[in-house]
C-alpha cells in the first residue's frame, strides 16, 4: 500500500510506540485534567503538528545533520531537558490557589504539547530510523510514500489522543470533589517530567 511495506505491522507499531509513556502523553493527560476535553483534544493536535515537523525534518535528512554535529545535537537535547524539568518544577513547587502551569486555554495546551513534542531530539532521531524499516524499495514512490506513513501516524495520534482525553476527563470528573488528589497528582505528574528532563539530559 503507497509503497509501505507490511501496513498492518506499520500500524501496530505506531499504536505501541503512542502507549509508551513520556513527556507527550503526560502533557496530553495534564492538559486533559486542566482544560477539560477541548484542553486534551488541543494538546492532541499539538502533539500531532510537532510530530508531523519531526518526521518530515527527519526526511529532510535534519537527524543525519545532528548526529553529524554533536555539539548542535547536544544544544538541542538541553534545550529539550531543560524545558521539560522547568515545567516539571513549576507543577512540583505550586500552591493552592496558584495559577496553572498549563493555562486552561486550548491555544496555549496545543502550544505546550508542540513544544514539549519538538524539544525531544530523539524523535527526530527515532523517525530517521523508522521510516526505513516499513518502506518497499521496490514500490516506493517517492514523498507519496512518506505523505501516507505521515498521514497514518497523524490518524492514529488523533484516535490515540481522543480516546485517553476522554477517559482522562471521565475520571477527572471524579476527582474534583477532591481538590487535594488533584494537587497531589499535579506533584507526581512534576516529579515524571523532571524526571524526563533529567533521563534527556543524561541520555547519549
Known amino acids: ?5 507490511d501496513y498492518g505491522a506499520f500500524v501496530v507499531a505506531i499504536v505501541v510506540f503512542l502507549a509508551i509513556p513520556g513527556p507527550g502523553n503526560l502533557a496530553l493527560i495534564t492538559s486533559t485534567g486542566k482544560g477539560g476535553v477541548r484542553g486534551g483534544l488541543a494538546a492532541t493536535m499539538g502533539v500531532i503538528a510537532g510530530d508531523q515537523v519531526l518526521m518530515w525534518a527527519a526526511v529532510a535528512g535534519v537527524a543525519a545533520l545532528l548526529a553529524a554535529t554533536p555539539t548542535l545535537f547536544s544544544a538541542v537535547q538541553w534545550i529539550g531537558a531543560a524545558y521539560l524539568a522547568w515545567l516539571g518544577w513549576k507543577m512540583l513547587t505550586a500552591k493552592p490557589g496558584d495559577a496553572p502551569v498549563l493555562n486552561i486555554r486550548p491555544r496555549q495546551y496545543f ?9 525531544n531530539p530523539k524523535a527526530i532521531v527515532f523517525y530517521m530510523a523508522f521510516f526505513p524499516l516499513f518502506v518497499d524499495p521496490a514500490r516506493h514512490q517517492g514523498l507519496a510514500t512518506f505523505g501516507a506513513m505521515a498521514a497514518t501516524i497523524a490518524a492514529l495520534t488523533f484516535a490515540y489522543g481522543l480516546g485517553m482525553t476522554l477517559i482522562v476527563h471521565f475520571l477527572a470528573e471524579r476527582l474534583r470533589a477532591n481538590p487535594r488528589i488533584g494537587r497531589t497528582l499535579e506533584k507526581v ?4 517530567l523532571i524526571g524526563f528532563g ?6 547519549k
Not at 533529567?198 to 541520555?203: I, R, W
Open 1 to 5: 500500500m503507497f509503497g509501505i511495506a
Open 111 to 119: 502550544q505546550q504539547a508542540a513544544a514539549i513534542t519538538l524539544l
Open 189 to 192: 505528574a512534576g516529579v515524571f
Open 198 to 203: 533529567v533521563k534527556l539530559a543524561l541520555s
